[in-house]
């Protein structure tokens, strides 16, 4: 499974941005679908996850309330909603793909995409 993550860009404090991550390859519906983001000189952390048919998911508390994830299966594409954007979230967003992972785990994602960089400026 290839990974494609799109959609980042800079925006100021307190604006929206769409992240899209298009999924090609293998059977993409199959996987557990999850977005994380490495901010400089920081660990990669977990963001947000959405299960296989979209039925569930789950976030991190820093970011609950602030992002919505969504899938659409019939387009192989994961999306995350950024809102009420802040200079902490800056950060290069990664989507990644698992079959049976632990949602907030990234060793446990089998694919990776080469995120896209989100710039929030004060």
């Known amino acids: 499974v290839q990974l494609q993550a799109s959609g980042g860009g800079l925006v100021q404090a307190g604006g929206s941005l769409r992240l899209s991550c298009h999924a090609s390859?293998?059977?993409?519906?199959?996987?557990?679908m999850g977005w994380f983001r490495q901010a400089p000189g920081k660990e990669r952390e977990f963001v947000a996850a959405?299960?296989?048919?979209?039925?569930?998911?789950h976030y991190a508390n820093s970011m609950k309330g602030r992002v919505t994830i969504s899938r659409d299966n019939a387009k192989d594409t994961v999306y995350l909603q950024m809102d009420s954007l802040r200079p902490d979230d800056t950060a290069v967003y990664s989507c990644?793909?698992?079959?049976?992972?632990?949602?907030?785990?990234?060793?446990?994602?089998?694919?990776w995409g080469q995120g896209t960089q989100v710039t929030v400026s004060s």
């Open positions: 390859g293998g059977t993409p519906f199959m996987y557990i």
């Open positions: 959405i299960s296989r048919t979209g039925s569930f998911t």
């Open positions: 990644a793909a698992g079959r049976t992972p632990d949602w907030t785990t990234e060793n446990d994602y089998d694919y």
